[in-house]
């Protein structure tokens, strides 16, 4: 499988403010996913990050609020822009990995508190 | 969106007591992961399943996969403290971003010693 890190952990920031999120995969992978963990809530997919293309974002996300770069394949960023409180959740980014069956492997997330 | 839904949402156990956790769906899937998240750490995959009826074992946990591909189940056997976590179940399909993960609400596990 693959070794996942993310920047950083967690952050507390203010409102109006923005906030990127760093993924960095030991391994080279075509897919990577970004996520959002609501407190108390499961996972929701925000976009999928494909090297070379523009993110494919999940209905409720836009990219103005969530811009993604993947510029390499083993590392992608996530921005949360403008934040308001409701965007405190934990981000998670996943990879695909694929050995005969279809797999992701997560990161260990990011934590954001919006004041 | 393919929604799996996940009970008990909630369950509190004494250590050594057995568990049931039930994953289900109207959709059929690819394939059914089950992950285990503990507080501040991101989601760790314990297994894939496949195939309709597929039984796999990790150690004290069982998951089975249904004939139908549509629903799952994992079974805790003596449970442990260190079994206490939130439990996801995800069914994964082709849809049009590519093959993707659709999660369910999970279940929350307390084993207390």
């Known amino acids: 499988s693959a070794v996942i890190s993310q920047k950083p952990s967690r952050d507390i920031c203010q409102r109006g403010t923005s906030l990127t999120i760093q993924c960095q995969v030991d391994?080279?992978?075509?897919?990577m996913f970004w996520y959002r963990q609501q407190p108390g809530q499961s996972l929701t997919l925000i976009a999928t990050?494909?090297?070379?293309?523009?993110?494919?974002?999940e209905s409720g996300f836009v990219i103005d609020k969530f811009p993604i770069s993947r510029p390499n394949l083993t590392f992608s960023t996530l921005t949360v822009s403008n934040m308001s409180p409701e965007d405190s959740s934990i981000y998670l980014c996943?990879?695909?990995?694929?050995?005969?069956?279809?797999?992701?492997?997560f990161g260990p997330g990011t934590r954001l508190t919006v004041l | 969106t393919q929604l799996l839904e996940q009970s008990p949402q909630f369950l509190s156990i004494q250590e050594g007591e057995n568990l049931t956790v039930y994953c289900n769906s109207s959709?059929?899937?690819?394939?059914l992961q089950w992950y285990r998240q503990e507080p501040g750490e991101g989601p760790v995959l314990l297994v894939t399943v496949v195939t309709g009826g597929e039984v796999k074992k990790l150690k004290r946990l069982t998951f089975q996969f249904g004939d139908a591909r549509k629903d799952s189940s994992l079974h805790i056997t003596a449970a442990q403290p260190g079994d206490t976590g939130l439990y996801l179940c995800?069914?994964?399909?082709?849809?049009?971003?590519?093959?993707?993960?659709?999660f369910g609400k999970g279940t929350s596990l307390l084993v207390t010693p």
């Open positions: 959709s059929v899937f690819s394939s």
């Open positions: 995800a069914g994964g399909a082709l849809g049009d971003s590519g093959y993707a993960l659709n």
């Open positions: 391994s080279q992978v075509t897919m």
């Open positions: 990050a494909n090297q070379g293309s523009e993110a494919t974002y």
């Open positions: 996943s990879v695909e990995w694929d050995r005969g069956i279809y797999e992701q492997f």
